[in-house]
């Protein structure tokens, strides 16, 4: 079964430092992951996908995340936090059943950014 | 979020009682999903329908039904609501052409007492 892990519940970051939240992945087969985010009060909004082609993947709102296949890792990154950049951030990887078009969620990990 | 709408927002209930939370949504996607949302335990496919004929169950479907009434609206049911359902619910839907991509409504929040 396809499953990724957040081990981290929370990470905390000074705006303007780097920030990187950690998930790592367990599939059969090439992986499909991606990152969404869920504001406050909000449903989730996909950030960024990797699927296959450069291990460095952009996405939203100055977010990339970096593909490792040796480590089976997928860590969301991003060069300057921001305050509003606080958030729940969630690692999906795709799930093969219903013909693939399913994913399963990690357990999320709350980015609190201080000023 | 204004693509996909979930009403209500927010339902106090009591055990026992059955309720429905209705999601509509104007993206004109076939596919829709029903989710829950625990502390810690990510989000849970409580069940998908890949058209208005074609409606699955997830990881978690046991005390929840659905109905697909039109492409637009899919409608989760709770027949006889417990404590432990008490958590944000979730529509999403996505287009075939990008099955993983998929787009979220508000979330409601439930409460069974």
């Known amino acids: ?115 | 979020d204004a693509d996909v709408t979930q009403t209500p927002r927010n339902r106090i209930t009591k055990t026992g009682k059955r309720i429905m939370l209705e999601c509509s949504q104007t993206k004109g996607h076939d596919r829709m999903y029903w989710y829950r949302q625990d502390p810690g335990l990510g989000l849970r496919l409580i069940y998908y329908s890949f058209d208005v004929k074609d409606i699955n169950k997830g990881e978690i479907s046991d005390g929840y039904s659905v109905s697909r009434q039109a492409q637009a609206k899919f409608s989760l049911s709770l027949e006889s609501a417990i404590p432990n359902q008490t958590a944000l619910y979730f529509c999403a839907t996505s287009d075939p052409g990008r099955p993983e991509t998929q787009y979220f409504g508000p979330g409601t929040r439930l409460l069974v007492l």
Request: glycine share 10%; charged share 15%; aromatic share 14%.
């Open chain 1, 1 to 115: 079964a396809q499953s990724v892990a957040q081990p981290e519940d929370q990470v905390n970051v000074a705006e303007g430092n780097p920030l990187t939240v950690k998930c790592t992945y367990s599939v059969s087969g090439n992986p499909y992951l991606f990152w969404y985010v869920q504001y406050p009060n909000r449903g989730l909004q996909f950030l960024l996908k990797y699927i296959t082609g450069d291990n460095l993947v952009k996405g939203s709102y100055g977010f990339e995340a970096e593909f490792n296949k040796s480590q089976t890792s997928f860590h969301l990154k991003k060069p300057s936090a921001l305050v509003s950049d606080s958030a729940l951030y969630f690692c999906a990887v795709r799930d093969m059943r219903g013909a693939g078009n399913m994913l399963t969620f990690g357990g999320g990990t709350r980015l609190m950014v201080k000023p």
